[in-house]
């Protein structure tokens, strides 16, 4: 495939995937990263166990939201069948977003306390509920596409972030409140034209499989390390101390992703040597500078940052690798992955920020690194001698599957194109037709006009009893599943 073709795929479909999540990853960074939209004045809520109201009050209804998510969706069908599910959420990120800006103002005069309350639990029941269909498209990517476009999103979400920051604050708020209805149109516009591929990527089980252990315990060390980590620049602020600019932070996520991008897909290192050589090392750096002046404080979070952000997308992809190799429902992967990570790093930011309260005095932050870095050698020794499906985790590579969708189709697909009795030319047009390709694309892979593509697509119709692209999709889904019922009887 030349490179012509390959942007004309991207172009088609998958753009909507990167520029959808970039905003969603953009728009938590934008809400809860720096004082944007610390509350529309201040911060209303006035509780020693509430140092950061709209980051706890969301981040804790995320992490319920998902652990709901969690225990319902073990035997539950997918979520993209059921649009109310993304038209919600983005009602609720949307909305929540408006109540905790300065626009706020506008309707309320001077919000009260329960202004902040509401908009901190809406926006992490629509997160998190936008969190888990984002996770369906990317499983349905398989592991090598999951990893390109999470980094690649995360990469343009933490470029924009840096543009927007340069802005006037009142028309930042009102750019981040309206951003999850751009998002959720991009969503529902790929996924009407991608449902058929969906279906197929992401299963559904009567007897799901449990979690490898693995997986959890790197979500939950590194989610309680995170939370930790930002309760300690909080406490470093609150006495004078600054952390990395916003601008400065979103700068080493846009190297970690980069990095991870070379390492894995140029380099096709395995996830082992992708956590234990450059992760860890990295995590540890941060803890390891915390105590030291302003200036070191400052590197060590940059180096954590990049650790983080370096984990994070490798967790997206072990997710979607066991939802993918193994019988286990792929939204109760997803589900049950983030609710580690987010109920982790609440833990995490709720002991390092409200300790000192309950007792009285501060963290003397050299014994903070001390423990940390001798928890990330135990971590490391551990989990090293983990197994995942009888095969060390660390040998997973996101390059091991390349995501050649024409064999995938043509495996998946092939009982439909039998059962309408295409010719050669009709099946080749028929599975470029269900990956979502335009005419154009199409005559140019199959070096042909498009009147051509138009009159075998018309065939295809007649054959199979249809008369648009969505009714062959149902169509086909019905084939395929009167025949996988006959297989099993």
Same mark, same amino acid.
């Given at each position: 495939?030349?490179?012509?073709?390959?942007?004309?795929?991207?172009?088609?479909?998958?753009?909507?995937?990167?520029?959808?999540?970039?905003?969603?990853?953009?728009?938590?960074?934008?809400?809860?990263?720096?004082?944007?939209?610390?509350?529309?004045?201040?911060?209303?809520?006035?509780?020693?166990?509430?140092?950061?109201? #709209?980051?706890?009050?969301?981040?804790?209804?995320?992490?319920?939201?998902?652990?709901?998510?969690?225990?319902?969706?073990?035997?539950?069908?997918?979520?993209?069948?059921?649009?109310?599910?993304?038209?919600?959420?983005?009602?609720?990120?949307?909305?929540?977003?408006?109540?905790?800006?300065?626009?706020?103002?506008?309707?309320?005069?001077?919000?009260?306390?329960?202004?902040?309350?509401?908009?901190?639990?809406?926006?992490?029941?629509?997160?998190?509920?936008?969190?888990?269909?984002?996770?369906?498209?990317?499983?349905?990517?398989?592991?090598?596409?999951?990893?390109?476009?999470?980094?690649?999103?995360?990469?343009?979400? &933490?470029?924009?972030?840096?543009?927007?920051?340069?802005?006037?604050?009142?028309?930042?708020?009102?750019?981040?409140?309206?951003?999850?209805?751009?998002?959720?149109?991009?969503?529902?516009?790929?996924?009407?034209?991608?449902?058929?591929?969906?279906?197929?990527?992401?299963?559904?089980?009567?007897?799901?499989?449990?979690?490898?252990?693995?997986?959890?315990?790197?979500?939950?060390?590194?989610?309680?390390?995170?939370?930790?980590?930002?309760?300690?620049?909080?406490?470093?602020?609150?006495?004078?101390?600054?952390?990395?600019?916003?601008?400065?932070?979103?700068?080493?996520?846009?190297?970690?992703? &980069?990095?991870?991008?070379?390492?894995?897909?140029?380099?096709?290192?395995?996830?082992?040597?992708?956590?234990?050589?450059?992760?860890?090392?990295?995590?540890?750096?941060?803890?390891?500078?915390?105590?030291?002046?302003?200036?070191?404080?400052?590197?060590?979070?940059?180096?954590?940052?990049?650790?983080?952000?370096?984990?994070?997308?490798?967790?997206?992809?072990?997710?979607?690798?066991?939802?993918?190799?193994?019988?286990?429902?792929?939204?109760?992967?997803?589900?049950?992955?983030? &609710?580690?990570?987010?109920?982790?790093?609440?833990?995490?930011?709720?002991?390092?920020?409200?300790?000192?309260?309950?007792?009285?005095?501060?963290?003397?932050?050299?014994?903070?690194?001390?423990?940390?870095?001798?928890?990330?050698?135990?971590?490391? %020794?551990?989990?090293?001698?983990?197994?995942?499906?009888?095969?060390?985790?660390?040998?997973?590579?996101?390059?091991?599957?390349?995501?050649?969708?024409?064999?995938?189709?043509?495996?998946?697909?092939?009982?439909?194109? %039998?059962?309408?009795? #295409?010719?050669?030319?009709?099946?080749?047009?028929?599975?470029?037709?269900?990956?979502?390709?335009?005419?154009?694309?199409?005559?140019?892979?199959?070096?042909?006009?498009?009147?051509?593509?138009?009159?075998?697509?018309?065939?295809?119709?007649?054959?199979?009893?249809?008369?648009?692209?969505?009714?062959?999709?149902?169509?086909?889904?019905?084939?395929?599943?009167?025949?996988?019922?006959?297989?099993?009887?």
């Amino acid at each position: 495939m030349n490179a012509g073709m390959k942007w004309e795929s991207i172009a088609s479909t998958e753009w909507r995937v990167l520029f959808g999540h970039a905003i969603h990853v953009g728009w938590g960074w934008l809400m809860f990263t720096g004082s944007l939209f610390a509350a529309p004045g201040g911060d209303l809520i006035d509780s020693p166990f509430l140092s950061d109201p #709209l980051y706890m009050l969301s981040l804790g209804a995320n992490a319920l939201t998902l652990s709901l998510f969690a225990l319902l969706g073990r035997y539950a069908g997918p979520l993209f069948r059921r649009e109310w599910v993304a038209i919600a959420a983005a009602i609720c990120m949307s909305v929540g977003t408006f109540f905790a800006s300065d626009l706020v103002l506008l309707l309320f005069g001077a919000p009260t306390v329960w202004v902040e309350v509401f908009a901190g639990i809406i926006t992490g029941l629509g997160t998190g509920t936008f969190l888990m269909v984002w996770g369906e498209v990317l499983v349905s990517f398989g592991t090598r596409g999951c990893l390109v476009y999470f980094a690649a999103s995360s990469f343009i979400a &933490a470029f924009a972030h840096i543009l927007l920051s340069q802005l006037p604050e009142v028309f930042i708020q009102g750019v981040v409140s309206v951003a999850p209805i751009f998002e959720l149109m991009l969503y529902r516009s790929y996924v009407s034209d991608n449902r058929l591929a969906m279906s197929k990527g992401n299963k559904q089980s009567d007897n799901p499989q449990g979690l490898p252990s693995a997986v959890i315990i790197l979500g939950v060390f590194f989610g309680f390390s995170f939370g930790a980590m930002r309760g300690f620049i909080f406490l470093l602020e609150q006495v004078g101390l600054r952390g990395p600019t916003d601008a400065v932070s979103m700068a080493f996520v846009m190297v970690a992703c &980069a990095l991870t991008y070379f390492v894995s897909v140029i380099s096709k290192q395995a996830f082992g040597r992708l956590t234990y050589q450059i992760a860890l090392p990295f995590v540890a750096c941060g803890f390891l500078l915390l105590p030291f002046s302003e200036m070191w404080t400052v590197v060590g979070v940059a180096a954590y940052r990049i650790g983080y952000q370096y984990v994070y997308v490798i967790l997206w992809v072990l997710w979607v690798f066991f939802s993918r190799r193994s019988e286990t429902t792929s939204v109760w992967v997803i589900a049950c992955g983030l &609710a580690s990570v987010q109920m982790s790093k609440l833990l995490g930011f709720l002991i390092a920020v409200d300790v000192p309260v309950v007792s009285g005095q501060g963290w003397d932050l050299s014994l903070v690194s001390a423990v940390a870095l001798f928890a990330i050698v135990l971590f490391s %020794l551990f989990a090293r001698e983990d197994r995942i499906e009888a095969k060390s985790w660390e040998e997973v590579r996101p390059v091991s599957e390349q995501g050649d969708d024409r064999v995938f189709v043509s495996q998946s697909y092939e009982p439909a194109a %039998l059962v309408f009795g #295409l010719s050669p030319r009709e099946t080749e047009v028929f599975y470029l037709l269900l990956r979502g390709r335009s005419r154009a694309y199409i005559a140019r892979s199959l070096v042909v006009t498009e009147e051509t593509v138009k009159t075998h697509i018309k065939g295809i119709y007649q054959k199979a009893g249809v008369h648009t692209k969505q009714d062959l999709i149902d169509r086909v889904e019905e084939v395929i599943g009167t025949k996988a019922v006959q297989e099993d009887t």
